[in-house]
Nanobody, 116 residues
């Protein structure tokens, strides 16, 4: 199995920045991609960003392109999400996910609140 622990959420004003981190442990050698999702109150969980664990290729939701950057550190088994120019609509619980040999593992989530 893979265990994921997120950190870095908090309260920020619109236009500000936050950096989320996700530390993976366990059978990390099985991971081939890492993703961030978010879920706002009353809404479905949605994809935010993804990074390929080996080649580093990235993908973003249109709503965050140009503002968010996902990166990984294979040596430390961590993935980060740098969030700039935050908007109130970015308010959500952010979840880290690891795709590994046919399974998807989830972290516990971290709250991001952007005030207007």
């Amino acid at each position: 199995q893979v265990q994921l622990v997120e950190s870095g959420g908090g309260l920020v004003q619109a236009g500000g920045s936050l950096r989320l981190s996700c530390a993976a442990s366990g059978r990390t050698f099985t991971i081939y991609a890492m993703r961030w999702f978010r879920q706002a109150p009353g809404k479905e969980r949605e994809f935010v960003a993804a990074v390929n664990w080996s080649g580093g290729n990235t993908d973003y939701a249109d709503s965050v392109k140009g503002r968010f950057t996902i990166s990984r550190d294979n040596a430390k088994n961590t993935v980060s999400l740098q969030m700039n120019s935050l908007k109130p609509e970015d308010t959500a619980v952010y979840y880290c996910a690891a795709d590994a040999t046919g399974l998807r593992y989830w972290g516990q989530g971290t709250q991001v609140t952007v005030s207007s």
